[in-house]
């Protein structure tokens, strides 16, 4: 059994501080149905910003941003040479999206960073809590957007003059957000780490199913989105008779058809999701133009993540049967595994603190396998009521989330003091 | 063979004056690619009404208008005590929509009044023309709620309070247009007419491929719009395992693929459409809440549409698998024949005149059904191009709309000299 981790700091985590905390930041862009609709970069995330700034300010914590807003508070270490440890996650949500997906990594080490502050400790390394710009991909695709710029896997410039739905360009949005806190110093895009840790609600139903409290989370599966646009042509809905039409709503469910045989898993493994449909003209009246639609297909396995994937293009040709249709490719990640040294980190604080924990891998992406250039990453999820996510009906216990910032102390004072 | 009809004044219509209106009301909405979007009652539709009424001001007709904002501008008949004959059709378009469905019908009545003007003719009875409000249903569902309306189907007072997408209400914008010409005398809804005549393009293929210029319509087939609703539970799309979802996206295809079955026709009369899906959240990295869907079902024997029509709630009950359905029915109107009055006067018109003509059925609904209540009434059709409407392509030749104006002139005077 491991060493059980500075239990004075662990002691001082507190469920309550946390939990209203949680509850303060889910009153900004609070929807009907306890969710929250908090799009990067929006007014409501400048909220959040400014009330995460203001509960850090007793804690001393050093502000900095870099060019694409992500937001960092460093809390110093014995010595400041050396790299530190970075910890945290996002603080936009989805449009219908709940109240603790991302906002809980960050308020998570946010109380970590009070715990030891009330035990008086300082770890050798800095440690610095990290919040992510646009993590969700709901306002600007894609997702992850501020890691993946951070670490270097894709340029800011690429997504600058991406529009949202109201034709509000981001590099705007993002320029308001630098200018609403304009004493914030700059740091440059990228550094080196000695880790990167991200406590998260684990948005599946596995830790509730099997009672554990801790998940120790081993990887991530591998993603990749699609955009398949069908292209026919409208006709009267009563006048042109139905052969000879080029009607895409219905090509467009040839193609899902034929998509679900492809992605069929009798073990459950793969994921397959098509979230959004855009019809044109979209009138009750008129044969659709066009329909263009998404696919978000996800597996831990790299060979079937490749093989099922490449295979979404010519399946789709071949399915549609009037129209015509193009396949592109958005965005795609491939499976990750995390680096043991933070994954044994967090698994001896769970372990060290007697909580029940069992090692996993994560459905969702998250900003912790966008550092993996940068650092050893790893991550610790909390049980969700349901496995419910991306919803307004999204539940954590409070001392579920509590339990999680203990192992992150726990994790926080192995690493930082390496 | 009949008698060539009126000759000077049919002689007198000028395709030229007839198809520079034409492309002139085309200005007002006009969208890349030749199309037209004038939604009912909005600032384009008000424009297209002034510019009617100022090409209107040399013939010296008395303007009218209804509580609906249905606009009459009536040529004075030789006896003031007989009821009109009425004639026109609707100025809105579908949001892509062209620059001949529905202002075809009521510049072709304004130019029937050019023609009997130059020729000296005033007829025994009055002739009003009629243009319509919102024939299209685009901006406000249902279409044909102007005659509807007029002929007392419908009551004013249960459209009042629907919003547009952008939350305009439709007693606000219909406000707004009679205020843009308070000048217009005000008349109550409904009268009687001693027949009603309709212009308007075929909207589907038949004239074209059988090489006929004249469509004389012999009735609609019967329409029945639904709006489907399945509602399932978003969640996440990396982490909710596919078993346990409840897919909204799914069932609804499920829906759409068992009606696909009930609505197979091998003679190809059923016409079946799914134009609009709105899928919530809408977001490609979530499993969809809810979906909505439309389905537009027509048919023109009785019978078919209500046996087809009724088994959509109970079929859409039994495909969904995972969420639940609600299915309710918008807008029904049962197939009609045309009285044999109108129908014999467009037809002897058009053999007058020794055109290529048809009998047929019109597959879209128009006006000129929702008037049968208040006197015999017919349509006259004339060919557009691969039968395209509802559609930026849509094209019908200046020779063609001409035609069906001699057509119109004709039966005109037929119908108002009684």
Redesign the interface.
């Known amino acids: 059994m491991a060493k059980k981790p500075a239990p004075n700091a662990v002691a001082l985590v507190s469920e309550r501080r946390l939990w209203d905390r949680m509850m303060a930041m889910a009153e900004i862009g609070a929807i009907p149905g306890n969710g929250v609709n908090r799009a990067c970069l929006s007014k409501e995330d400048i909220r959040a910003r400014r009330l995460l700034l203001t509960w850090a300010r007793n804690l001393k914590l050093d502000a900095e941003v870099d060019p694409i807003g992500n937001l960092f508070l460093r809390r110093r270490g014995t010595d400041a040479t050396l790299d530190p440890v970075c910890a945290g996650s996002h603080m936009d949500s ?3 999206g709940g109240r603790f997906d991302g906002i809980y990594g960050v308020l998570a080490v946010l109380e970590a960073f009070e715990a030891l502050e009330a035990a008086g400790i300082t770890t050798r390394r800095p440690i610095e809590l990290v919040a992510w710009t646009n993590e ?3 306002r600007y ?1 894609p ?1 992850a957007m501020g890691s993946m710029v951070h670490a270097g896997l894709r340029r800011l410039d690429e997504f600058l003059d991406l529009t949202d739905k109201d034709g509000i360009r981001l590099g705007d949005a993002l320029a308001e957000t630098l200018a609403a806190e304009p004493w914030i110093p700059r740091r440059p895009l990228g550094r080196s780490y000695a880790a990167y840790l991200e406590p998260h609600i ?4 596995r830790l509730e199913a099997e009672g554990k409290t801790i998940g120790v989370v081993t990887g991530i ?1 591998g ?1 990749r ?1 699609f955009t398949v646009t069908v292209t026919g ?12 039409r080029k ?1 895409a ?2 090509d467009a ?1 040839r193609i ?2 034929a998509l ?1 045989e492809l992605m069929a ?1 009798p073990t ?1 493994t ?20 066009s ?1 263009q639609f ?3 297909f ?1 597996h831990p396995d790299r060979a079937e993540l490749l093989r099922r994937g490449d295979a979404i293009a010519a399946l789709a040709g071949r399915a549609v049967r009037d129209c015509t249709v193009a396949v592109a490719e958005n965005f795609h990640v491939m499976p990750c595994a995390f680096d043991p040294l933070v994954v044994d980190a967090v698994q001896n604080a769970a372990e060290g603190l007697g909580l029940s924990w069992m090692r996993m891998p ?4 998250h900003d912790a396998q966008f550092m993996q250039p940068l650092c050893p990453t790893g991550m610790i999820f909390v049980p969700c009521r349901k ?5 307004v ?1 999204e539940y954590a216990e409070p001392a579920h989330l509590a339990a999680g910032t203990q192992v992150l102390v726990g994790a926080l004072l192995d690493l930082a003091n390496r």
Do not use: C, K, Y
């Not at 684990?202 to 139903?205: H, I, N, S």
């Not at 496995?387 to 919803?391: A, D, E, K, P």
């Open positions: 989805q449009p219908q969700e991909g709901g695709a997702g684990e948005q599946g139903p599966q993603s989105w042509e409208t006709a009267h809905a009563g006048a042109a008779p139905m052969r000879g009607d709503v219905q469910l899902i058809a679900n898993d459950d793969a994921r397959f999701t098509v979230g959004r449909i855009n019809v044109s003209p979209n009138t009750p009246n008129s044969v659709a133009s329909v998404s696919i978000d996800r994560s459905g969702a992406f496995g419910i996510s991306h919803n009906a």
